[in-house]
């Protein structure tokens, strides 16, 4: 619980471990950063897209696992008063195989299969993978 007037609100996974934080910032008050201990780790995915939008504002990421897609997620920049949420993306993983479908700025679309125990991966424009932890 949180007294006070709050202001804004960010999610990211401050501590690099697979389960998004919540930080909150209010009026005239310490910013609070909630650790979110319990939650199964997910995969941390990074976009690299071009020179003019690095971390890929505006794409839009889904998990394809057994033929059903998984809930859209976008990449966006800014969310609340003085705030915004990360880049870096933390995604639940099904069992088994799975891919990212990836709909970048400008509309290209790029499916990309899911390294097995991968923990943090990062995914080009065209589609390629690279597995970061």
Not at 13 to 25: C, I, M, P
Not at 27 to 37: D, E, G, I, P
Not at 71 to 78: Q, V
């Amino acid at each position: 619980m949180i007294y006070g007037e709050q202001r804004g609100a960010a999610l990211s996974d401050f501590y690099a471990d697979g389960r998004v934080d919540l930080v909150v910032a209010q009026n005239a008050a310490a910013t609070k950063l909630f650790h979110n201990k319990t939650a199964r780790p997910g995969l941390r995915i990074r976009l690299q897209s071009s020179a003019g939008n690095p971390s890929a504002v505006g794409a839009v990421l889904r998990v394809v696992s057994g033929g059903r897609s998984g809930p859209a997620r976008e990449i966006h920049s800014g969310s609340g008063y003085w705030s915004q949420d990360s880049a870096v993306q933390v995604i639940a993983m099904p069992e088994g195989p799975a891919e990212l479908s990836i709909r970048w700025p400008g509309g290209k679309v790029t499916t990309s299969l899911v390294p097995p125990g991968a923990m943090e991966i990062s995914i080009d424009a065209t589609g390629k993978v690279a597995v970061m932890r």
